[in-house]
């Protein structure tokens, strides 16, 4: 069998009947697709020939042999039959009944021989399986397991194929609806593998759902949790991979930080806009030739397409884009508790070295920030999480401004003051003191407000006045963030500031019951001293019937009904206009006297945006702008001026012009007609004969050197 085997080729195939034409696969492919029953012999020729060489490659699989008769090292052989694989699947379709066996048999080659073939070969066969899949000769839930045992194999390319296979498919199949039922099984097929102690397959079930959730195909709760599971694999690359996962799908979100990117965001919704008007569309259907309608209609559908991406972009924008497979979590308590569990029993080094995408990544500190995001997201309740911060918590540790955003992102509202104490002491005892380094004093007050900002509770009055102290230090990155602390508590309590601390603006005191009130007569009034008018008023009746008396006489009627008068809505633009001026102008730095230049005023989000916005570890830190000698400043200024030419001026641009000759110099140059040659000829006599009559009455006068 192997000699009849081997005497075939694929190359020509002598078609029946026609004993002098010899025809190639491709030719005979194309004739098979046009005529399919007059090819019927040719294809009964092909697929038996086919077959034996498959009982061949079943053979040797089974006894475990490395080549039988040289068919598993001749190179000729394996592409024969990698050519008749794809001849018969593209012939397929036109042929179902007689070739109704060929699918399974090739899936069921792939499923018991993959590994003892030539790597040619099963690259061949496997494009033949795909080209069926898409052909939906073959269901793709039957052979999902197959194309994720293929990437196991350690072939690059077959990997490649494979995954790209399987993504493209899951993502046509809901590319204009959500199969509920076809997902479900699919994902029955990959989250067990994800589960398995095989560490190739695990990993990659693992890299297809986390393709296809960052590509929003499977965006579902299921997939979401599965990603979440990841972390507790046996395999440590397996847990690494998912903790990066989650991690990367923490965004930052710095909304204000930046003008130019502000400036940015608003230009580009207005800088693109495809207009589509009806005239525009009946001129593309109905107007011109059939060649111009169909160049209009090709610029209608780019048209339609830029408004609907443009139309995507701005929801994308308007919508709350943070996304977290955190966010999905069933059971987010038992994961937090889990992790921890396995971070205090974890019995490797405190920085383990693994390649992930290029970086040193610490599996612990990984771990802590996956932990402290998880109870910040959803609010849960760990004691014994900040104790385990407290005991890394020194300026001397490496990556502090790390551990320190993951310790303010676990802190909440729901959280016991009691719990988070010995933390907010450690920090403020290991970081704010006179003899530490002002970059330490920076991030310590930094941290301070942060937890401040989530747990107000936990500052006292003498605290705060002794941090408040450090607005005056010499280091700018110091009194900076002294002064952040003072403002926020301007706005969350300011009954903990001495009095010279307080806002000084009078609408600020008037909103939060300050001591700036002003009376309808314009004179200031305090509140202590309405404190003693009370207190006098208990000794004598007679005093606080006066004061009551006085009190609503001064209250306006339209107050009392709640109705707005004209001049109140005046009064209420006049402040909102000030107040956005106020704002605009800290936001460039052009207040410079009062207190508005010292602090600025903080915006408190609400306890919903805080659990979703990440703690930067970069805004922890201190940033100080040190001063440029000269020469770094004119290295500065001359940054990105290298392409540029010596400096001249236009005309000497255009006078060492090379180019060619000017518009004016061609007219010059050009020939005129012959009408106007004769006109011309005619007025220069004219022209000449005037002198000629003027010049002989004219006295030239006399000449003196004769």
Known sequence: MASQATGFSAESIVASGRGSEKLSLPLLQSKMKCDPEGYESELATVYSQFKSFLEMFKQQAAFKFTSISGVGNDPTVAKDLGDWAMFLAHVTPFYRKKLAEFPNQLAELLRSSARTLPSGLRCHLVQALILLINRKILDTGENLALFMELQTLGDRNLKKLAFSHVVQCIRRMNQKHKNEAKN????????????????????????????????????????????????????????????????????????????????????????????????????????????????????????????????????DKTAPNYYSPLSHLKDPQGFAEKLFSRLQTCNERFEVSVPVLGLLLEVRMMMLKVIARTVGLHRLILLNFYPYLQKYVQPHQRDITDLLAAGVQACHDMVPPDAVEPLFKQVVNQFVHDRSRPEAIAVGLNVIREICLRIPLLMSEELLQDLALYKKSHEKAVSIAARSLIGLFREICPSLLVKKDHDNDDDYSAEHGGSGHKDSKGKKRKLTDFDRQLVAADTSLRTLKRLAVATTANTSPELEDGILSNEDFKRIKQLKAKKDAKDTLAKYGLLRKGADAKTQQINIPDSEQLTIKRVDPANLEAHVRKKLSKEERLAMVKMGREDRGKYQSRTAVKQKKTGGLSNRQKEHKKAMPLAAKRDRIVKTRAVKRIKEQRAGKQFRGKKAWK
């Not at 079930?205 to 507790?232: G, S, Y």
């Not at 569309?281 to 309608?293: D, R």
């Open 184 to 315: 479900r099984g699919l994902q029955n097929i990959i989250f067990p593998m994800l589960q398995q102690e095989d560490e190739a397959k695990a990993k990659r079930a693992f890299i297809t759902l986390c393709e296809l959730h960052r590509r929003k195909v499977w965006f579902d709760d299921r997939t979401a949790n599965a990603i979440c599971t990841a972390c507790f694999h046996s395999s440590s690359r397996i847990m690494i991979a998912s903790l990066s996962v989650l991690l990367d799908y923490e965004k930052i979100e710095d909304g204000d930080d930046s003008d130019a990117s502000s400036d940015e965001d608003e230009k580009t919704p207005q800088a693109v806009h495809a207009v589509i008007s009806r005239q525009s569309v009946y001129k593309a259907h109905h107007a011109g030739t059939s060649s111009s309608k169909r160049k209009k209609q090709a610029k209608l559908q780019r048209a339609m397409r830029s408004m609907k991406k443009q139309q995507r972009i701005s929801s």
